[in-house]
């Protein structure tokens, strides 16, 4: 899949890619209360591109690491 930005750039995906990084970050992140509101995310929708806009779950896996 291929989308583009407002700015010009475009970027493509595999859709596997997306439901197997989505799959990850659920497993990894369940049970953070924090969370709770968008953990899980539905790896059949573009649910993961949505809740990683603020940046908070891109911290919380970094931190688990």
Request: hydrophobic residues 35%.
């Amino acid at each position: 899949m291929q989308s583009s930005s407002d700015y010009g750039g475009t970027h493509s995906y595999l859709i596997e890619e997306k439901i197997g990084f989505t799959k990850v970050i659920n497993e990894v992140l369940k049970g953070d209360e924090m969370l709770a509101s968008v953990i899980p995310m539905n790896p059949e929708t573009d649910d993961i591109f949505h809740c990683m806009e603020d940046g908070i779950i891109l911290c919380k896996l970094i931190n688990s690491i």
